[in-house]
């Protein structure tokens, strides 16, 4: 068993939105709007905006293989490029998925690891994320890994207005 975890570059762009669009439908395509979902991905996972998140210096992309193949990845933001004012001691996770066929692989942990390690790098005291209020399955790995619920904000699922609670890890 191989675990590698590299960073993500312009020429991954196209392979980054398969796994982005994949990952995605896998975990919310059974609780949402075919309309709604489409509407999303379109807004969200488009080629141009995910070049743009690419060539941000706040934002980076991780992709994570299993056996040398893309089975997941990570998506942080430091500065500006947090999705909500958390102050320059933050780093936020926005999106870590793992493929369906290498989940239970503790491949999620390592991406959370990886975030870690690059929040200490950058001197930050905590990492944040947003996480759907029906995502049970993220919301348990959460707190197992020792994030707190602190509150929540609004997402938007196309035209459907939806909650993530917001959790945070301190670290040291």
Same mark, same amino acid.
């Given at each position: 068993?191989?675990?590698?975890?590299?960073?993500?570059?312009?020429?991954?762009?196209?392979?980054?939105?398969?796994?982005? =669009?994949?990952?995605? &439908?896998?975990?919310? *395509?059974?609780?949402?709007?075919?309309?709604?979902? $489409?509407?999303?991905? @379109?807004? %969200?996972?488009?080629?141009?905006?995910?070049?743009?998140?690419?060539?941000?210096?706040?934002?980076?992309?991780?992709?994570?293989?299993?056996?040398?193949?893309?089975?997941?990845?990570?998506?942080?933001?430091?500065?500006?490029?947090?999705?909500?004012?958390?102050?320059?001691?933050?780093?936020?996770?926005?999106? =870590?998925?793992?493929? &369906?066929?290498?989940? *239970?692989?503790?491949?999620?942990?390592?991406?959370? $690891?990886?975030?870690? @390690?690059? %929040?200490?790098?950058?001197?930050?005291?905590?990492?944040?994320?947003?996480?759907?209020?029906?995502?049970?399955?993220?919301?348990?790995?959460?707190?197992?890994?020792?994030?707190?619920?602190?509150?929540?904000?609004?997402?938007?699922?196309?035209?459907?207005?939806?909650?993530?609670?917001?959790?945070?890890?301190? =670290?040291?």
């Amino acid at each position: 068993m191989t675990i590698k975890i590299k960073k993500c570059n312009c020429e991954d762009l196209e392979r980054l939105q398969e796994i982005s =669009i994949e990952t995605f &439908n896998d975990t919310f *395509k059974d609780q949402n709007s075919p309309e709604n979902m $489409n509407a999303y991905l @379109e807004r %969200a996972l488009n080629l141009k905006q995910l070049e743009s998140e690419l060539s941000n210096i706040s934002t980076q992309f991780f992709f994570i293989y299993f056996n040398n193949e893309v089975s997941g990845y990570l998506k942080v933001n430091t500065d500006d490029a947090q999705t909500e004012e958390m102050g320059d001691e933050s780093l936020e996770i926005e999106r =870590i998925y793992i493929r &369906n066929k290498f989940q *239970k692989q503790g491949l999620g942990k390592y991406l959370l $690891n990886k975030a870690i @390690e690059i %929040a200490m790098e950058r001197n930050k005291k905590k990492i944040w994320l947003g996480v759907w209020e029906k995502n049970e399955n993220a919301i348990t790995f959460y707190k197992k890994m020792g994030f707190i619920h602190t509150g929540a904000h609004s997402f938007y699922m196309g035209d459907e207005k939806q909650i993530d609670f917001i959790m945070i890890k301190s =670290i040291n």
